[in-house]
């Protein structure tokens, strides 16, 4: 049985939706809804009354439920106090960090933030998007830095935590340029034909924002979907073999496009989406300890306008 299961019932008994408690948790309903299952197949009885609507839990389920805050507040509460009793790395600062983040924006971030701020020591935990959150949610890290787009809000209520923005990026379509430097593949693409997309998995936090600007691009894409992964430096990899096209954020071409490897896949403006890069904090007074260096930091980044 994995705690995760637990997670992701509670969930279902808070919001009595499993689409809703899949978004979430930032999984896809499917892979949600077999989660649960599993978590049903491990107790032996079903937990989940499926035939009413909203979702209604079984007795068994109800029992469960209760038990499951208590089995989670406890092992959070012993992690914590697991990790009070280390002394060292109490000057270095933990962030947890999205992929696709950790490996474009992180670097650049973390070298002006020396030139202003002074020396700092980081331990960097690249994740997926929900499992970023989660590790800001269970403590798990001192700052968490992700994208924000106010169709996709990540679920950190001000109630309980900070926020400061750190800048914007754009995700835009790009493909690996042809010899005479235009795009080997280009949107909204010829009508007979249609245009490979480099895609991001079902489910995946850039996946959403890419499904919305198709949504609102005011015109059919001729796009098929050939490959799939979550992380953008994969995509990016594949477009640069010529395979497709990938929307990706700018941080992470911009090497590429000054070199002249990738180009935009559209005309300028069209097909993009601005995010917000956000970092995030538990508040100090919600927090079992807050390190001295975060503080200095936090301070020093509110002081700051965003790049």
Not at 52 to 74: F, K, N, V
Not at 132 to 143: F, P
Not at 170 to 181: N, Q, R, S, V, W
């Amino acid at each position: 049985m994995e705690t995760k299961w637990l997670e992701d019932f509670v969930s279902l008994a808070e919001t009595r939706s499993f689409s809703r408690s899949a978004q979430l948790r930032h999984v896809t309903q499917p892979a949600f809804s077999r989660r649960i299952q599993a978590l049903e197949a491990w107790a032996g009885i079903d937990l989940v009354d499926r035939s009413s609507y909203p979702t209604r839990l079984t007795p068994a389920g109800e029992t469960l439920h209760a038990q499951a805050l208590q089995i989670l507040d406890e092992l959070h509460a012993t992690r914590n106090l697991m990790r009070s009793h280390e002394a060292a790395g109490q000057d270095t600062i933990d962030f947890a960090v999205p992929h696709t983040l950790a490996f474009t924006f992180f670097p650049h971030w973390l070298m002006a933030l020396r030139r202003g701020f002074g020396a700092i020591k980081t331990r960097v935990t690249a994740l997926n998007v929900h499992d970023a959150v989660l590790r800001l949610t269970e403590s798990g890290c001192d700052l968490l830095i992700a994208y924000h787009h106010p169709s996709q809000p990540l679920p950190l209520g001000d109630e309980r935590y900070q926020m400061l923005s750190l800048g914007s990026e754009t995700l835009a379509p790009y493909a690996k340029a042809a010899p005479g430097g235009e795009p080997l593949f280009a949107l909204p693409g010829p009508p007979q034909a249609r245009v490979p997309l480099l895609g991001y998995a079902p489910g995946a936090y850039m996946a959403r924002l890419v499904e919305l600007i198709v949504k609102q691009a005011g015109e059919p894409l001729q796009l098929e979907t050939i490959y799939e992964t979550d992380m953008a430096e994969g995509l990016k990899a594949m477009a640069l073999e010529g395979h497709g096209l990938a929307f990706l954020p700018h941080s992470s071409v911009r090497q590429e496009l000054a070199a002249g490897r990738l180009v935009p896949a559209a005309e300028p403006g069209r097909l993009a989406l601005t995010m917000e890069v956000r970092i995030y904090r538990e508040r100090p007074e919600a927090a079992r300890h807050v390190k001295p260096g975060v503080q200095a930091l936090w301070d020093y980044l509110g002081r700051r306008e965003p790049a």
